[in-house]
């Protein structure tokens, strides 16, 4: 029964693509319920293990297990939110047909229609992101925080046990990203969340766990991070905030500026 | 023109071929400006070049070897992209001419004075017989109940692969029918506008009908009228003034794509006034409404 109580369990998890390593020898466990931020450098495996725990990439070696099963069996239990700048926001689609998209999951293509409560699930989730009055918009035609709300509101549609939320707050401003960060609080009352980011801000004020990742994992737990791990992580010190203290800066970049 | 419309059976096949290639110019139009999908389209068009020249080595309709060459080049092409990350231009670039050598290859088998493939690159919608419109009925019909069938499933997969992925969808059978309706479109097209200026007739309606539509199926619809429009307009020029059928529509159709763009240039910025004003913040929105 130990195992139902983790959302998320990675053994010996390695990982890359042609010959370059991403991730090397990754074992890490996520508790359900938890709100984990992966931090790391750019470059050091952070989309990759997202990418990992999706379904999205087989690793080299090693065993993935998401709610005690592999990720392809589980992808019903997975809301995905990707970087809001990697989607073409061109496209001709209005809000309520983005987010209705997550009700697919799991059904016939073939002469698909949404139901009935696929319908009502998707209003639900449009009001909770307090995106329902532009619900026939197209997607273009929204602010970026609206547009990241939207993004949350369709890994919402699936009804995810899981949210893992691809740098979630890039691009917002601080009123903003306060939004997106208040809301992901409340949604881990009813979910694990897995977020990876830049924010120190984040870590320190949200954030109840964190996996600092460059290529191996260096630290997994409560975000107290040393400014030692700090420079072994990002190879400087980069300015962090201490968990607890929410306006101290650690050390300032130093040396070669 | 009217009174040599009811008199002449070659003006109503020309007319029936002209709404028929709307038809499909209009759905795979939109769905390869919305996809990026354009130049890979060029790419599979001219690949049915090898088809028609096979074709007549063989002495067979060359429709159907078309549709054959058209249709296996294109699931080849996606079965590369699959399977290596080589750039989709690097393919374009390599089956484009492919075809086209292979056509010239088989074209030179053939014994006898070599045909005249004009027809084949510049379209004549004018001699368009009963057996072209038969063909390019069924291939339409094929087109519309893919879309129709499948169409939250195309639209996810245009709109975002990747959640497509992650959320299990058949992503592979998406892109499949994408590619295999991109081939049909190339075989219902060839007699109307020829092997060489199909792009522009799946290019210019749906980027003029993006302009006053932001929802796909409306996109579909309007590219659909657009392009019977140019389709119609095109075939009483080639038949006023005797020219190829596919150079009257397509320089017809980008033609009016440019005054609107010119046109509409005045209007556009307003548009973006009202944009900027959208893109400010979630706070200005609210208080603009109020």
Request: glycine share 8%; net charge neutral.
């Amino acid at each position: 029964m130990n195992e139902m109580k983790q959302a998320v369990c990675l053994q010996n998890v390695s990982a890359g693509y042609g010959s370059i390593t991403a991730l090397e020898n990754i074992n890490l466990t996520i508790k359900k319920g938890s709100f984990t931020g992966i931090i790391g450098p750019n470059g050091g495996g952070k989309t990759t293990l997202l990418k990992i725990m999706l379904g999205l990439l087989e690793p080299w070696s090693g065993q993935v297990e998401i709610f005690g099963q592999n990720p392809k069996y589980n992808r019903r239990l997975i809301g995905y939110v990707p970087q809001a700048a990697a989607i073409n926001r061109q496209f001709p689609i209005s809000v309520r047909q983005v987010v209705s998209l997550g009700r697919m999951a799991g059904k016939l293509p073939i002469f698909h229609r949404y139901s009935s409560v696929d319908r009502d699930r998707v209003k639900w989730c449009l009001n909770r992101l307090d995106v329902l009055d532009l619900a026939e918009r197209q997607i273009g035609q929204l602010s970026s925080g609206q547009w990241q709300r939207v993004l949350i509101a369709r890994a919402l549609a699936v009804e995810p046990a899981l949210l893992l939320l691809d740098e979630p707050i890039s691009g917002l401003d601080a009123s903003a990203s306060t939004r997106v960060y208040e809301l992901l609080q409340e949604l881990n009352q009813e979910m694990t969340i897995i977020m990876v980011t830049h924010d120190t801000l984040a870590i320190s004020a949200y954030v109840r766990d964190i996996a600092c990742i460059n290529h191996r994992l260096h630290y997994h737990g409560e975000p107290d991070i040393s400014p030692e791990l700090v420079i072994q992580l990002y190879g400087c010190p980069v300015e962090l905030i201490a968990h607890g203290v929410p306006h101290r800066v650690l050390e300032k970049h130093g040396g070669k500026s | 023109m009217i009174s040599a419309l009811l008199q002449y059976s070659f003006l109503q096949n020309a007319v029936m071929g002209a709404l028929l290639a709307s038809i499909a110019c209009g759905i795979i139009g939109a769905i390869i400006v919305e996809k990026k999908l354009v130049m890979m389209s060029g790419g599979i068009a001219h690949t049915a070049f090898g088809g028609i020249g096979l074709g007549y080595y063989l002495q067979v309709e060359p429709m159907y070897t078309a549709l054959g060459f058209s249709m296996f080049s294109a699931l080849s092409i996606a079965q590369i992209q699959r399977r290596s990350t080589v750039m989709p231009d690097v393919l374009i670039g390599m089956f484009w001419p492919l075809g086209m050598a292979l056509g010239i290859l088989f074209i030179s088998f053939t014994p006898g004075y070599p045909p005249s493939m004009s027809t084949y690159l510049f379209g004549d919608i004018l001699t368009v017989s009963v057996k072209d419109l038969l063909v390019m009925a069924i291939l339409d019909s094929l087109l519309l109940l893919i879309t129709i069938s499948f169409f939250h499933l195309l639209q996810a997969y245009l709109f975002d692969e990747e959640f497509s992925n992650a959320l299990g969808l058949p992503v592979v059978l998406a892109e499949s029918l994408t590619y295999a309706m991109i081939a049909l479109t190339v075989v219902v097209l060839i007699r109307v506008v020829g092997i060489i200026l199909i792009l522009a007739l799946l290019c210019v309606p749906p980027a003029l009908a993006r302009i006053f539509r932001a929802d796909l199926p409306g996109i579909m619809g309007l590219s659909v009228i657009l392009g019977a429009m140019f389709c119609l307009a095109g075939l009483a020029i080639s038949y006023h003034y005797n020219v190829a059928s596919g150079a009257a529509i397509v320089i017809l159709s980008v033609l009016v794509y440019t005054l609107v763009q010119l046109l509409s240039g005045s209007g556009r910025i307003l548009f973006h006034r009202k944009h900027l004003a959208v893109d400010s913040s979630d706070e200005s929105v609210h208080t603009m409404k109020k």
